[in-house]
């Protein structure tokens, strides 16, 4: 069977085993070096030696089947001659000469032969040995470090796994306490109006009851009143009747007093718009509430108009010359609010509705006023922006702008915590979150406010800031 094996396995031309087995379009199998020698330099079309068949180009594949098969058979057979180190060429199965350092493999004198490896890098075997050693050492090194990093990003994870827990279970108390308030509000104004309506309605039961009495003994006296009334008219004793007819009629007249109405409980106290009234109410608690801020003139740049009560801003279509003042942005089409944080928790909101382009944002009290900077974080602006329709922050210190919502927003709510270093921003439409900004806060911030220009200057787009009402 061996040697059936054998047979099937060996080239026609050469009549000896596979090396480098090489399929033609027809299906034979030859030797690479045996067809390409019975070829020759013939640049007519060539044939196959076994079955005749023309081929217009010389392709040649690659047989790996048969090329594992011979590796196999020479493994498993004895009568293989190998090299006294056991090495051998993987293609030609022969006593290997060189080793190729491009492609990390053992030649013999057929690879040689056929000049596959003529531009490689080729060292002796004993090289061999110290440069793939020296290969897989560099190797270690960069596994080695690699380890080191990924333990490193694990021991990473594992420390932002943990905050994060502790950051989610410190938001889920906040969130708690702020919801507990509100419900401890509502609950006492749900208290304080049923307990109300019990005394209201207690009071009026028992006026209601006292008046019962009353009717029912006035009701009980009448009778009376008319079976004498009615006896005297029966009798026959005409003196009587003529006697005690003055005395019955005034006694009659004192039934004419009208009949008290008894009080209505006050339905539309009880029964009226009683979820917007406690609304109104729980102003009083909400912290922070909106702040109604104002707009500080000697900043605004001199391209800018201000409302009389300094809470709307517009660009101008022609410049106005003002006077000078450190305060005052020049470059920059902007103004700061009046009033700064430097602690605690704040809100406020800003119209934007009939603008096209904005940025709104807070800015550090020490921000360059004069020169055209990037509004960054690192130069003190921390801004989100209206442009192309949709709301975009600043990111990195270039200035490149990232998408944070495709919508268009009216008003614009801003929420400073100071302490935790907290800048969010919202659409106060909604209340829907647009992002975050996590910052170190060292000085005093003021809201800061800057209507892009718009080529047709529509007086119409003015920017507001939000005062409410109720």
Sequence with gaps: MADKLHQDLSCTICAQMFTQPVTLDCGHNFCKACIVGVWGELEAVVSCPQCGREFPRRELVTNQLLVTMVASLQHLNPGVETGGNGLRCPVHLEDPQLFCSKDLRLICSSCLALGEERSHRLITIEEAYEFCKGKLENSVLFLEKKL?????????????????????????????AEFAKLHQFLQRQEGALTEKLRRE???????????????SKKSSSIEKFIAEIRSLIDTEDRSRLLTDIKCVLQ???????????????????????????????????????PAPLTLDSETANPCLILSKDHTMVKRRTKFKQLPENPKRFTFCVAVLAAEGFASGRHYWEVEVETLAGWIVGMAKETVNRSDDLPLTPANGFWTVRLWNGKVHWTQGNSGASCCCADAKPERIGVYLDYEKGQLSFYNAGDMSHLHTFSDRFVEKLYPFVFPLPNLEMVEAEVLKLFHLYL
């Design 148 to 176: 080191e990093e990924y333990r490193g990003a694990q021991s990473d994870q594992e420390f932002k796994i943990s905050e994060t827990l502790e950051l989610v279970e410190s938001l889920q108390e906040n969130v708690e």
């Design 201 to 215: 309605s207690e009071n009026l039961v028992h006026s209601l009851e006292g008046s019962f009495k009353l009717i």
């Design 251 to 289: 006694r009659s007249d004192l039934h004419n007093e009208p009949i008290l109405q008894p009080p209505d409980l006050c339905v539309g106290e009880f029964n009226g718009p009683l979820q917007y009234a406690a609304w109104k109410q729980m102003l009083s608690i909400i912290s922070p509430a």
